[in-house]
């Protein structure tokens, strides 16, 4: 009987002891596991941080940009503007030319030009057939090639003239066009009232 009690002790501490070893091997699988766990949590949040970084970054950059859409739409004005003296400009150039190669100066007298008025009167004609007949026009060449002879017209009959510009803007605009959408002639019938108020 006391030779068994000694083998179930020594059993005993030998399954504890080999229980004990089983524990600290999955404490240290578990600490190992556990440290995994927090340096992949660490290099997540340090990913987390750069991408808001970045983020925030392109925020600001967009913000920048935007700020620069009032300045863009500024000097596209300006530009316009410039376009439209430079115009003016050149056709008072070629005006004076003009003037200058045409008969002798007659000092002293004013005579009034008979044709001027014909010539105005002429020239809203042609801008009230075309405004009258735009409906039926398919092509934008066609449209083109009247603006043209409308701003020759006014060209010879009022020298520089700020319509002129406006004019030449329209016809470039409607280069490359397929047709003439309601909205383009609407546009020319409203521009054409405009422009003869404008003679």
């Given at each position: ?32 596991f556990g ?81 001027a ?8 004609e ?48 409607l ?11 609407d ?13």
């Amino acid at each position: 009987m006391g030779d068994t009690d000694k083998i179930d002790v020594k059993e005993a501490i030998t399954f504890i002891k080999e229980a004990d070893e089983k524990i600290d091997k999955f404490a240290s699988i578990l600490e190992k596991f556990g440290l995994d766990i927090i340096t992949k949590m660490g290099q997540t949040n340090l990913k987390i941080n750069m991408l808001t970084d970045k983020i925030n970054e392109l925020s600001k950059a967009t913000l920048d940009i935007k700020s620069l859409t009032p300045q863009f739409k500024n000097v596209i004005e300006n530009q316009k503007i410039l376009e439209a003296e430079l115009d003016l400009i050149r056709s008072l150039i070629q005006r004076s030319e003009i003037s200058l190669h045409s008969k002798e100066d007659k000092r002293g007298e004013v005579d009034r030009d008979a044709s001027a008025t014909d010539k105005k009167e002429s020239i809203i004609e042609q801008f009230n057939t075309l405004k009258n007949e735009i409906d039926d026009i398919k092509e934008p060449d066609v449209v083109i090639g009247q603006l043209e002879n409308i701003k020759e017209d006014i060209f010879i009959f009022k020298g520089g003239h700020r319509i002129l510009y406006e004019i030449s803007q329209f016809g470039k605009m409607l280069i490359g066009q397929e047709d003439l959408s309601d909205d383009i002639k609407d546009s020319l019938k409203e521009k054409i009232v405009f422009w003869i108020n404008k003679l």
